[in-house]
């Protein structure tokens, strides 16, 4: 073990290799499933969102509850324990899975892998030394992810489409996913204050009394995965109901931009109040508001990256989008040391205002976005 600081980082930098790897690989095989043209693909992303989120409620509260009774390193353990019985899991199970789920499109040659692993341990060791010499100070470090993931995206845009590995019109739906990217970082800026913003919310303004007993702050966080466990399902049985008369991934990127947009306008009948003065009930129906607009976007957009990625990009169209759940996520810290208790309406009705306009500029653009995804829904 690595006692401090340095092993605080070193697992910080492999638990972010490791689920950078995983999340993308996982949900490129889950696209596999599924044939182009199949309206089903948004409903099985639904269920799939369903089951990362049974693991977003229960291992948190398995974990915290270890820690918090035994300590940390039995929560750690734990956790592994859990990630051992998934990856048991999915190599016994791989086998069902089709032949394209096996297939590497474009894979790095072996030449190359010496030399990028060698720059990945110097980024790594650049930053481990910016970091220690005190170059990236915590006040800081929400900007400067923002500007390095606004960097990668642009980074990655631009060596996808001036790849010679693709073909036109898959050069056409990547362009049509740029207006969804920037949709999904402002929709993620907003939604992600539910762990800034909304926490603090919550420990200040909130009347968690119930019959006398005062509920922890930290379990306002398990309100939305109930929610999500609770409506995925419904929402993947209205896609497949719908089936071919479902809408656009467009129409539901706007629709889940402008409903976020919404929810934020919804704290302001709650400002300007104070200790106690907000009910537990109101906060839970914003939550629920928070919770119909991620499953409008979020499923959708990890199915809407595998249906418009290039052959030869698969997993890295994945890794765009969630590189933009990174810049919202971000931004939203950046965004939160703008809010000041005495401020809530400006900040809420200013915030909340710019999303409803993003989002019914992109549906203004639904068409012109349909064109270029040339038939992908």
Known sequence: MLPGLVGVGIGLILIALGSGGVKATATSLVGTLYAEGDDRRDAGFSLFYMGINLGALFGPLATGLLQKTAGFHYGFGLAAVGMAAGLTQYTLGRRRLTGAAREVPNPLPTARRPLVAAATVVVISLVAIAAFAGLLPARRLSGIVVVLSAAAAVAYFVVILTSKAITGTERRRVVAFIPMFVASAAFWSLYQQQFTV????????????????????????SINPVFIIVLAGLFAALWTRLGPRQPSAPVKFAAGTVVMGVAFLLFLPLAGGGPNSAPLLALIGILLVFTIAELLLSPVGLSLSTKLAPRAFHTQMVALFFLSIALGTAMSGTLARYYRENQEIAYFGVLGGTAIVLGLLLAALSPLVRRLMSGVR
């Open 198 to 221: 909304v926490t603090i919310y919550s420990d200040t303004r909130l009347d968690r009394r119930i019959l006398g007993w005062e509920m922890p702050v930290s379990w306002v966080q």
